[in-house]
């Protein structure tokens, strides 16, 4: 099989994520679509597409409370309408990638996910990995999920990426985010704030033990968690006009890369 | 576990059959949506819902022949859109539903379906399981899959719900279609068509091997299948006011009747 690479779309770079309706950010997506068009190379390559929520999820799981689990009636419907607003989302996203020509499934997680205390159990990977040999691009993205302690959690494209990036045996990730990657301290507090260019196993715990630094709770989980995985990963900024299109290409440097010449530091 | 009822609704009930494009039929979705919420005792029973693809399916499949398997990269784009289509039609289904503050979540089989030749090879449960444990509805309908011979093709509606009739232990299954039932000739050519009310493996040795009867095919196929099931079947019309709901409620004789009182004939 060709070397697979896993793109996430973050959910702040389709969507208006500060909005409380479900609110489409349709430029980028149509800027992104074409990038991934003249980006990925489908001769070398295999791709999976994972894309987030934004303002189509967080705030319909903040108000009704899904993530923590069921306890009404009332939240069995909003499991349901939380997980329609997410194909929708979906069925927009693919629309705009379908009309580059690119065969961009839509695949919807939950239909084979089970959930255990709001983390992943098992994903069905057989008709996804038959996608790939056949030159689909399966396009998944983060989902309201069956779980079999608390009934529903969600499924975030993160957990996805790490399932599908070990499973699939994945060569490189590439997160598109609405930062330009990883800093030492939080660039929205300090304006001495600098990007970590290279993320390794020992700068990370250098990070967490120095009182000086910063790195933001949901950042450093982030990168706990790809370090853990091992795979050649990039975060990049996918508002700046290129860099996803670049990236595909296999250009470094955009960003913070992580896992890459783990022998150095 | 609650009994299980499978509902199938057609597809030439919820959009506009007929048409080229896809086309919904907003006012059948409405009153169909209030007929489950009305005839469906969630304290009774558990209920998957399946629905067809009408004017969102078969024109597209139709036009790009990707039923008969994947020949060339354009095909791969048309199985995406078809795909796409799909989900949009079932948002637009499950929309109405939840009006009615029925917990219908969208449940997209091809995520996980693997076909084998245009039969359905595997199709993961566990998910679907788990929902019906907690009361949803999922709400599953026909798609393009992945077919491990041919690349693609196309899962039914009612491949799948005898795949789920028959795992997950159904105790009835309720075909709601545009006609009402099943005649003993094609009642379109034929005035003195009579409406078959009871079927039985019996009868339909009977009426296969009668030079007068005209079961038409696609009929003569659904209700050997249903036959071969063993459930309890009715083939009633979705068309006429009332019936889903007196179904969903237990009442009989609306339609045909398969596999009923299986030892007489």
Known sequence: MKELIVLKIGGSLITKKSEQKPSLNIKNI????????????????????????????????KRTGIHKGIKTKEQLVDFAETQRLQNVLNSLVCKELIKKKLPAVPCQPSSSAVM????????????????LEINLIPVLYGVPAYDSAQK?????????????????NASRIIHATDVSGVYDSDPK???????????????LSALSSSSNTDVTGGMMKKVSEIIE??????IISGLEKGNIEKALKGQKGMGTAVNFNRSGV
């Open 152 to 168: 529903c959690s969600i499924l975030s494209g993160d957990e996805i990426i790490s399932y599908l990036a070990k499973n699939l």
């Open 30 to 61: 149509k800027r992104i679509s074409a990038e991934i068009k003249n980006g990925f190379n489908p001769e070398k390559n295999s791709l999976v597409l994972i894309h987030g929520a934004g303002s189509y999820g967080h705030p319909i799981v």
């Open 189 to 203: 507090k300090n304006k001495n704030a600098a990007l970590i260019k290279k993320f390794t196993k020992n700068n």
């Open 116 to 131: 255990k205390n709001g983390k992943l159990d098992s994903l069905d990977l057989k008709a996804i990995k038959g996608m």
């Open 229 to 234: 995985l091992g795979i050649e990963t990039e």
